[in-house]
Nanobody, 125 residues
Framework: QVQLVESGGGLVQAGGSLRLSCVAS???????MGWFRQAPGKEREFAAA????????AYADSVKGRFTISRDNVQNTVYLQMNSLKPEDTAVYYC???????????????????WGQGTQVTVSS
């Protein structure tokens, strides 16, 4: 069992930055991890993923070049640094843990089996 708790969301003006954190507990923090987001009335969508070591990362085209995912395996924490934020980035952001160990980094919600409760990010224009 893995528990995930996100923090760091808030209200920011367009062009600003936020850093989200996700602390994992319950067992060894060795999963591939991902960040997803869900805007009102829309499906949950992939934002970024990171390998177990942190060496490999993957991003949705909509956030590439603006968001950076990283992890600290000593602190059992995964981060999402979000720069140059846009109003369309407004959503609830979720971190998730995947049981997959090989192949491309997972991008689908059904490839993740543990989810946090989410943190709201609102970007004003």
């Amino acid at each position: 069992q893995v528990q995930l708790v996100e923090s760091g969301g808030g209200l920011v003006q367009a062009g600003g930055s936020l850093r989200l954190s996700c602390v994992a507990s319950g067992r060894t923090f060795s999963n591939r991890m991902g960040w997803f987001r869900q805007a009102p009335g829309k499906e949950r969508e992939f934002a970024a993923a990171i390998s177990r070591s942190g060496t490999n990362t993957a991003y949705a085209d909509s956030v590439k070049g603006r968001f950076t995912i990283s992890r600290d395996n000593v602190q059992n924490t995964v981060y999402l640094q979000m720069n140059s934020l846009k109003p369309e980035d407004t959503a609830v952001y979720y971190c998730a843990a995947s049981p997959s160990m090989w192949g491309p980094l997972p991008r689908r919600t059904d490839e993740y089996d543990y989810w946090g409760q989410g943190t709201q990010v609102t970007v004003s224009s």
